[in-house]
């Protein structure tokens, strides 16, 4: 029998799960106002100022911490790699929320815990029994449901589609850098800076052939997207350390509910019964997979 919970437990228990679910909240925000700019802005451009508005949050939050020597790095070909996965992740994300319906976009987003787990059998050498590599094809028909290829009229675009499963591919292999930077010790704030600092320069470089001026409404929206981002990262962090990733995990979902709202608000979105099928079908998936971690993590 398990002990009792203190009553102080409860209560860092459920802040933690209210903050999980304010910055899938703000996440979503960050998601329609890359929707709003409507492509007016190159991908290299948005991604540019994604990182370096969220710049100045992230350096008070290193501040906060411990001060400038967090930025010293014991693992800086693991962040080089964090870098690169973690910038195709917001290409894929961000070119999703562009093309893509947003309730879409993030449901396909949600592939990302089955390519962990394949990934994490083939570099991390970990043991995936049956019932896990069960829930990735089964995750993988949910997005053969919402994307419908082959069905005249009714099939999503190859392009945007793929693009989503790359980003989440990329969100994946910086997962598993990350894991292992944590392993070795690096500071949380250490790989959220140095994650941030690389891409503004990568896409910076990116960005003097492209450059677009953008108008003031899109300036509004790309300072949105930086500050907003970061405000959600600061929230998610908070969460995770006040409560167990088992017990927050699944709160994550919480973000296509807000995406669902924002589409039907904002754009008139409104996803089909074959839609909602996909849907549950991917979260499902990725919430039995979590299932089984935890069930795991218990017996280990």
Known sequence: MSPPISA?????????????LASS?????????????????????????????ALPILFLMMLRAGGLHLLRTRAPLSHAVRTLAGLAGMVGAFSGYAMLPLATATALGFTMPLFLTALSVLFLGEKVGWRRWSAVVVGFLGVLIVARPGMSGAALPL???????????GWAVAMM?????GEKGEHGVTIVLWF?????????????????????????L????????????????EAYRRGEPTLL?????????????????????????????GFAVLVGAGLFIWWRETRRGRKA
């Open 196 to 220: 941030a600092i690389g891409s503004a320069v990568l896409a910076g470089l990116a960005t003097i052939p492209v450059w677009v001026t953008p108008t003031p409404r899109e300036w509004a």
């Open 159 to 169: 392009v945007p589609v793929l693009l989503v499963l790359m980003g989440a591919l």
């Open 25 to 53: 909240g703000t996440f979503t925000i960050a998601a329609a106002a890359v929707k709003a700019l409507q492509g007016a802005i190159p991908m290299a451009e948005l991604v540019l100022f994604r990182n370096l508005f």
């Open 8 to 20: 102080q437990t409860l209560r860092a228990r459920q802040r933690a799960i209210l903050l999980v």
């Open 249 to 277: 995990a699944p709160f994550e979902y919480s973000a296509l509910l807000w995406t669902m709202f924002f589409a039907a608000v904002i754009w008139g979105e409104l996803p089909g019964a074959l839609d909602v099928l």
């Open 222 to 237: 790309l300072v949105a997207i930086g500050v907003v981002s970061a405000v959600a990262q600061l929230l998610m962090t």
């Open 177 to 181: 850098s990350i894991r292992r930077m």
